[in-house]
């Protein structure tokens, strides 16, 4: 059965240095991962996906992510933390099976960025 | 924006109400989802629909309905609302093998 941990429910930084969010999954097949981001009261956007291509992944804003299928994790980066950046972030792990797609969260980790 | 809308943003009512949401999507895609987002718990599948009036049940369906009788529409109904259904409740979309949200219910349950 798939699953999704995101390792932190609270992360702090400074403005300027590094982000780091983790998250680790379980699937049975070859998944396509996600990071989406939400800010308050606001819906869920899509920062970036794997889907089997690159294991090093761009998305916007700045963020990246790798895929490292020998320790199952999908862990979410970027270089230099910005005060917009203060969100709950979300990793996504889905599979396509009996026709459909079956989407499973994780429970989110809260971002803080210090000035 | 996969042209996703919500009505209403924001709903108060009383324990025992019926209460209906709505998805609306201008995309013609097929598949459609309705998400619970609560504190601790990330987002729960509630329903989804695969086509006009194909649904199927998620992880917390209980005290939940569905309905798609046109493509564009997927309507959520609490029959009878309970303090425990006060949520953030979110429609999706997936497009190719990606989903996009929209904006979100507030529902709050007295």
């Known amino acids: 059965a798939q699953s999704v941990t995101q390792l932190d429910s609270h992360v702090s930084v400074s403005e300027g240095t590094p982000v780091l969010l983790r998250c680790n999954y379980s699937s049975s097949y070859s998944p396509s991962l996600f990071w989406y981001v939400q800010h308050p009261n606001k819906g869920l956007q899509l920062l970036l996906k794997?889907?089997?291509?690159?294991?090093l992944v761009k998305g916007i804003n700045g963020f990246e992510a790798e895929f490292k299928k020998s320790e199952t994790s999908f862990h979410l980066t970027k270089p230099s933390a910005h005060m917009s950046d203060a969100a709950e972030y979300f990793c996504?792990?889905?599979?396509?099976?009996?026709?459909?797609?079956?989407?499973?969260f994780g429970t989110g980790t809260r971002l803080k960025v210090l000035a | 924006d996969a042209g996703i809308t919500q009505s209403p943003r924001h709903k108060v009512t009383e324990t025992g109400t019926p209460v209906t949401l709505r998805c609306h999507q201008t995309e013609n895609h097929r598949y459609m989802y309705w998400y619970r987002q609560d504190p601790g718990h990330g987002l729960r599948l509630i329903h989804y629909?695969?086509?006009?009036?194909?649904?199927d049940k998620g992880e917390v369906s209980d005290g939940y309905s569905v309905s798609r009788s046109k493509t564009e529409d997927f309507l959520l109904t609490l029959e009878s609302a309970t303090s425990s259904q006060t949520s953030v409740y979110f429609c999706a979309i997936t497009a190719g093998d990606t989903q996009y949200f929209g904006p979100g219910t507030r529902l709050t349950v007295l």
């Open positions: 629909s695969y086509g006009v009036k194909d649904t």
């Open positions: 996504v792990v889905s599979e396509y099976a009996s026709g459909t797609y079956k989407y499973i």
């Open positions: 794997y889907t089997s291509a690159a294991t």
